[in-house]
């Protein structure tokens, strides 16, 4: 099984801070490593000629749901789970104003 | 001890022959036997499944007839039961609270089932061994060296280790009927759109389906009767009319139309596999059926496929866990750290690893190449099997490539992991009803299990096959050794 050309280590860094995750500088080649075995095996779907890309989408259509409303859990439940509140809404540090990131 | 399934539980309850807490009691003293050795379980909330049977009991005093009155349930730990936490046996939803049942756990408790236990499980249903628990590793319970497959590991061990009659599971890519054969139980996943998601934490949406674990066959069609059905929660809910798995049971194969997977009958397959294959085959025709062969081409490159696609949702889904709404938060420094901090320290290293594989394929520059191929050739498969089914009204394939492996023996390796769904995932990019059967021993005295296969929402056929299989096999009704 071959390996992904298109994974190395700059990749891993770029794609790591799009999905939000922090990985120590060392490790960044052995993510790069399975990253790359497992990208190798996915490239065979490569194989697959374009012209047997034709067949139409024949997935049902998912019905809406009826405008209406129903009681659902209230709001203290919605929060209930929230590492910080304050007057029922979550905190988060300061985004904006003096000592913020902008 | 009695150890009473499903179907017998309930009808032993409605007829006033046993209570509600007498049923939980039992499954209770068998939990504390064996639970330490098999550790099925990431919390046992006895006293609250106590309080249910109580209130149960008082339902069937009133006249009430539950068609799962005193039935006790291992529930994965991705899915809502009211007073429970619910957390992906995942770090960074430690304490996680739902704020009530899911539309599964609802109308099992309408139907009369108590809630014994958090069933351990792969940290957010990622994996096919439980290896991946941020908690422990569950032990497979005919041999304590294996694992129990996964990801429902937890509930497929419970079931095997007979301290409940019935549990339920997640299916995305095998993830109930692979352990279910690991374990030598039944795992049924029903047709994408048959059971309602509301109250189950996404990993893969286009593929995720709620599905029963059981010993028999007919337990399996009772437990996924009561939870099939529109739901207005969940818009993928089909309206389409549930069908009768209870009554198909009976129905037999006689006349039936049955198509062996080609594609599954590799060079280099077990060949322990093989006899199984070879041994349904036998069992299909003495019942009456009509057995051949059929191709879906496209199943070889199912796990290709799969890995793009299930990633890709769940690097979307999981991007809602970021320390602001639940879960420990791990810095306060400012908003950017808030966000990488806390799923840097809360996810574990495989949903990373998907994490990073699913934004890397929808990422700008690889999003055509990856993503777009594989939802072209996910198309493909579906198209496939549309043509299989003209042919033939089951599909028959294993369930697991090889019997359960050895803890530990496949960690350090994601590629070879994810080849033990080799045989499950087609079923769940096509979004086809699919069930595992136990089917024999292996000389080792492991279990394997033959799977079958049905057109979307032909739940009936699959649970007559299924039914007739079952019925056909030499699979031990002893107890597993771990256990015994």
């Not at chain 1, 390996?3 to 700059?10: D, G, L, T, V």
């Not at chain 2, 060949?271 to 349904?280: E, K, N, S």
């Not at chain 2, 350090?412 to 009803?433: H, N, Q």
Request: aromatic fraction near 6%; proline fraction near 6%; hydrophobic fraction near 45%.
């Amino acid at each position: 099984m071959s390996s992904s050309s298109a994974i190395n280590p700059e990749v891993v860094r770029k794609v790591a801070e799009l999905a939000r995750l922090s990985l120590p500088e060392e490790d960044l080649p052995r993510w790069a490593g399975q990253l790359a075995r497992i990208v190798g095996y996915i490239d065979q779907l490569k194989q697959i000629p374009e012209e047997a890309f034709a067949s139409p989408a024949s997935a049902e259509a998912t019905p809406v749901r009826q405008d209406v409303p129903v009681p659902g859990h209230g709001e203290e439940a919605l929060v209930a789970n929230a590492p910080r509140l304050s007057h029922g809404f979550g905190v988060v540090p300061r985004v904006v104003g003096p000592g913020g990131q902008g | 001890m009695s150890s009473l399934g499903v179907v017998e539980t309930a009808a032993d309850v409605a007829a006033g022959r046993r209570t509600a807490v007498s049923a939980v009691e039992d499954a209770l003293s068998r939990v504390s036997r064996h639970e330490e050795q098999v550790r099925a379980f990431l919390e046992i909330t006895g006293e609250q499944a106590l309080a249910e049977a109580r209130v149960v009991d008082a339902r069937v005093k009133a006249g009430e007839t539950l068609p799962l009155g005193g039935v006790a349930l291992a529930v994965k730990d991705n899915m809502w039961v009211e007073g429970r936490q619910a957390t992906c046996a995942s770090k960074i939803l430690e304490g996680f609270r739902p704020p009530g049942d899911g539309t599964v756990a609802a109308r099992l408790r309408k139907a009369g089932a108590v809630f014994l236990g958090r069933a351990n499980m792969d940290e957010f249903a990622m994996g096919s061994s439980t290896e991946n628990s941020s908690s422990h590793v569950t032990r497979n319970p005919w041999d304590l060296e294996r694992v129990p497959g996964g990801s429902s590991g937890g509930s497929a061990a419970a079931v095997a280790a007979r301290f409940v009659p019935g549990g339920f599971g997640s299916d995305t890519g095998g993830s109930i009927r692979q352990p279910a054969a690991c374990c030598g139980v039944v795992g049924f996943k029903p047709t994408y759109g048959r059971v309602s998601r509301y109250g189950l934490v996404a990993f893969a949406s286009s593929l995720d389906q709620i599905g029963p674990l059981t010993r028999s066959v007919a337990d399996a069609a009772r437990l996924y009767s009561v939870i099939a059905g529109r739901d207005p929660m969940d818009s993928t809910t089909s309206a389409r009319v549930v069908g009768s798995p209870e009554t198909a049971l009976s129905r037999g194969v006689s006349g039936m139309r049955i198509g062996f997977l080609q594609e599954a009958e590799v060079e280099g397959l077990d060949p322990a596999v093989a006899a199984d294959l070879d041994r349904a085959r036998a069992i299909f025709r003495d019942a009456g059926a009509s057995v051949t062969t059929v191709s879906v081409p496209r199943a070889r490159v199912a796990i290709a496929i799969y890995y793009v696609v299930a990633s890709a949702e769940a690097s979307s889904n999981l991007a809602r866990f970021d320390g602001v709404r639940y879960g420990p938060r791990a810095s306060e420094a400012d908003l950017a750290s808030l966000y990488v901090a806390t799923r840097t320290e809360g996810f574990g290293p495989e949903v990373k690893r998907r994490i990073l594989l699913g934004t890397f394929a929808l990422a700008s520059g690889y999003y055509e190449a990856y993503y777009g191929a594989a939802m072209r050739a996910r198309q493909l498969l579906s198209d496939d099997f549309s043509r299989a089914f003209q042919g033939v009204d089951v599909i028959v394939c294993p369930s697991i490539p090889a019997p359960a492996f050895r803890v530990g023996e496949k960690t350090d390796d994601p590629l070879t992991m994810y080849l033990s769904d080799i045989f499950t995932v087609p079923a769940s990019l096509a979004g086809l009803p699919a069930i595992s059967v136990p089917s024999a021993l292996t000389a080792e005295g492991l279990p394997l299990g033959i799977q079958v296969l049905g057109p979307r929402f032909g739940e009936d056929a699959v649970f007559a096959a299924a039914r007739a299989f079952e019925a056909g096999t030499e699979f031990p009704d002893a107890l597993p050794p771990a256990v015994a």
